[in-house]
């Protein structure tokens, strides 16, 4: 699934890029760590349903 890898691959590169911008921040507003928190929560349920489903194997392709 190229495209799908491609476009998390753009995704994690702004995600990156603002949990660098919010690391500089003297104080972090409440409502956006609970919003990346939730994300990342998010993230791993979908991420297991991906493996549960059997959309991302672990296994190489033509291999058993």
Request: aromatic share 10%.
């Amino acid at each position: 699934p190229e495209p799908l890898l491609r476009e998390t691959g753009w995704f994690l590169i702004g995600y990156v890029a603002l949990l660098g911008w919010l690391a500089t921040r003297p104080s972090m507003p409440k409502l956006l760590v609970w919003t990346i928190i939730a994300g990342n929560a998010l993230w791993t349920l979908g991420s297991i349903a991906l493996l549960v489903r059997g959309f991302g194997s672990c296994r190489r392709r033509g291999r058993p």
